[in-house]
């Protein structure tokens, strides 16, 4: 059996906090960490933003990832949100599509039975008009997708193939699982409305899926913050559970997991974001590439 080790990076996931030096961050609770078991010392990570490439390793020398145990609907101090999910939805992709002088720093982490290994990313964003996003689809990890603006308008590259941004679409109900990772940077780059089209279908029972937003305060730095979750899961057909965390003050996603049990075994993947607001931005190769954490 071939598997792939991404790149090996700490996992530590963050979402929105407060700095010391008064810019807002982003930050996820501790449940969303998966912990990686190292057998051997892992490989060092691309540096630039061209595409990472897949390291071809014996599998000894893959990092097994356990991601945690997901929270039951209702427990753990986790209450509903009132209000249509749909709404809930549009406001979500009105806080994509307006991100100005933000930016955040990615993960994709994929655990099956063929692939186990974590990318990252960055993204960057000026205002709505002058951004720059990378991003990996769950069903093709090895592959660096961008989307960014430049003078002739937006380019779209995705898993290698040049995209028409009017031509790009949001991630179906049954296309979800394999490409959520679109819909966090789509808003921005074509006006979509991937949120509310997904909650109002998830509501509707499309696919299978009972839908549950919730919410709950976390302690952070001595201070009370909010955290929404969306919870889409299946009562039929492939067993399939989807869970969105988002950031209550930005409306930002800062955790999107999607469990999904193949025949050969347990599946799984999760892409988290720390968030970084009222930051200067350069979109210049040379600013993208200073603005990189340092193990990327």
């Keep these: 059996m071939k598997r792939y080790l991404l790149c090996a990076l700490c996992l530590i996931f963050a979402g929105c906090q407060s700095g010391g030096d008064g810019k ?3 930050v996820v609770p501790e449940s ?47 209450v509903a949100l009132k209000g249509k999910p749909d709404e809930f939805g549009s406001r979500i992709d009105n806080a994509l599509r307006n991100l100005t002088n933000a930016w955040a720093d990615t993960q994709i982490v994929v655990t099956n039975p063929t692939i186990q290994g974590t990318n990252s990313g960055i993204a960057r964003f ?7 996003a990378e991003y990996q689809l769950p069903k093709d990890p090895t592959s660096m997708s961008i989307m960014r603006s430049d003078s002739d308008g937006v380019k779209i590259m995705e898993s290698g193939k040049q ?16 490409e959520f990772t679109r819909a966090v940077f789509l808003p921005v780059a074509n006006g979509a409305t991937p949120w509310r089209d997904l909650l109002r279908a998830w509501a509707r029972g499309e696919g299978g ?16 913050r909010r955290i929404y979750r969306v919870i889409a899961e299946t009562k039929k057909g492939t067993p399939t559970r989807v869970e969105i965390r988002l950031d209550a003050d930005h409306l930002v996603p800062v955790s999107i997991r999607v469990d999904q049990p193949t025949p ?18 350069d979109l210049s190769a040379d600013g993208l590439d200073k603005s990189r954490p340092k193990l990327q």
């Design 24 to 26: 807002a961050k982003a």
């Design 32 to 78: 969303s960490i998966p912990v990686v078991e190292n057998t051997k010392p892992p490989a060092p990570s691309t540096t630039g933003s061209d595409p990472v490439q897949p390291k071809t390793t014996d599998p000894t020398d893959v990092p097994k990832i356990k991601l945690p145990t997901p929270t039951k609907v209702g427990t753990d101090g986790w």
């Design 126 to 132: 000026k205002d709505p008009r002058h951004f720059y």
């Design 163 to 178: 995209l028409s941004p009017d031509a790009t679409v949001s991630p179906s109900v049954k296309g979800f699982p394999g």
């Design 209 to 224: 899926y009972v839908l549950n937003v919730e919410e709950r305060s976390f302690e952070v730095q001595g201070k009370q």
């Design 264 to 281: 050969k075994g347990p599946a799984g993947v999760i892409w988290s974001a720390g968030w970084k607001f009222n930051q200067p931005i």
